[in-house]
DNA sequence: ATAAAGGTGACGAATTAAGGCACCATTAAG
DNA sequence: CTTAATGGTGCCTTAATTCGTCACCTTTAT
């Protein structure tokens, strides 16, 4: 017998049993045990609801969910959720392997008649949009598998068409304006690094031994190890309303907005070899900012314009 | 996927229609046709009691509804749905009331304790981030409300200061880059307009007749509705590689992006009183990018470096 | 301690799945 | 009668999956 008919079968077989173990499937369906435990796998995967017993006297059971009431959200709860699941299919890559297809018509099957009606009123109405994926990024389950298991991870990672190989320790991954992140300690470089996730060409979980107390970081207390060099240099501009709003939109853990008697700055530092990245950065802003401090900043950017002028 | 789930929600998807095409289950599954066929006859093997009808306008049919064995979600979807949901958390204003908190619960309810355990170690470890909403958007549930019940709405609307009041049948609402927007089209003006839903200072439903057909309008098919003036101005510009990226970070409905013998172009129009604002977009590629036509928009742009040259 | 349950990892041989292609059969529309 | 749209078959190649075996681990009740 072929392995989907096999399945389906057991979902009948299961489903009819409140109890089972490894040998009732091994003796009906005349399989080995690695088989049946595979098998089971395959159930949970399609959504079986069986959970195991471990030890003697053990075994599977099912969850009985029909006592439950089937997981009763209310209308704008489903709403909310559907909706996050719309904004999370436009994702073309997802540290999770999902059938949108299935999810949705699983979590049609739980909605009353009247709230797949309203659902699909709405479906045309509200959207969440993100930017649009911008470039696959093949390796997100490994990535984040290693963060969650707190493994050590070799990855060859291209930049500017060098490849090099490098042994992080993954702390999380985030999807950030059209692109995946890994923040990640280099443990070669021993320092905190942020890693674009489709420049990563190949991921391959080690045995090597984790960083201890990593895994008790978080995504956020990942960013205080970013810690400035001693060559990073402080700057400070001076931004109208619109240019806040703009610094609101986009910026970096490395600034901040303060006011300060009824004027508004940018400040923070940045790196001397971050200097054209900034320059491109605050050239954003227009009119809507004035560069303070440094010196050199405002030269650079001079220089930036001038060179954008005859570009032309 | 894998076939033996793949044939799992065929049966479901099949149980809820009573007619399918293979092309159907092509685009669905994303299969060949050769393999949906094969498909059909593993539906077969499994009991599915299919009939095929032969010639146009043909197709299979249900002769009565399979018994499925019920199913939950499975552990990905599970992680999904609850990430998903936590993006949505993080929305200052939704176009509904909705308690994280109850459906926090209600979600860590149904599940088992691995999954639960598997959850709680993910909680830091992936984030979908957004551009955190910047200003406060009041009248949400109005907007959506009379787009799906496809109401007239009388709405004051403050542009730079200026408040005026206009009565608008919404379409649909989205949420980007920090705001919301709400396509509508505006009786008065008879035009196809998209308002930012935090400068609607007071909205009230009314019993206005709506325009008949505006109903039938999806998200996307809204946007057709607009169109370039006579006044209109077509421009292009080359790009590299950095520059089609960010072009794909950033753009609008009116641009596009295009190849041409091994170059890649933005072409698109502008409305003459939207000069200043394609200017500030078009800046923002710095030197990924050259304009090629018209001239006024390389004058423009050149006057623009100038003040800023000036400003600094 | 022991027995009985579930669970993991690795490997190689056997099997199956998948897509592509060419071509056939049936049916409705024009 | 032709065309388009639909289901259907056979055959080929390549890639992926499946399965059993075996060794060994974990959990739990007795």
Redesign the interface.
Known sequence: M????R??QM??F??QKQHFTLQDLMHEFQISKRTALRDIA?L??????I?AEYGRYGGYRL?N?IQ?PP???NS??V???Y???Q??QS?SN??????F???H??FLNELSDNQRQ?IE??Q?????????Q?ADSAHLEPL?TA??KNKVLKVDYQKTSQTSTRTIQP????????YWYCQAYDICKKAYRVFRCDRITSAEITEIQPLAGLNE????SAHSLWKPSENAVQFKCLVDRKGA?LF???HYPSMKLVHEKENMYIVGTYEPKELDFII?YL??F??SM??IEPVIL?EK??K??????N??
């Open positions: 072929k392995k989907p008919e399945i389906n979902l009948r299961i489903n395959a949970e995967e399609v959504g079986a609801p959970y969850l969910q439950v997981i009763s959200f704008q709860e709403f909310a959720l909706f996050a699941m904004a999370l994702f997802l540290p999770f392997q999902v059938s297809r299935s999810i018509e699983k309203e009123r709405m045309n109405r509200v959207a969440f949009r993100h930017t649009e911008i984040l963060s969650v702390i999380s991954i985030y999807s950030m304006k059209g970081m978080t995504m956020k709003e609101l939109q986009e491109k050239a954003g227009g009119k004035k560069i405002k950017l001079r930036y314009y001038k060179d954008l002028l570009g032309i």
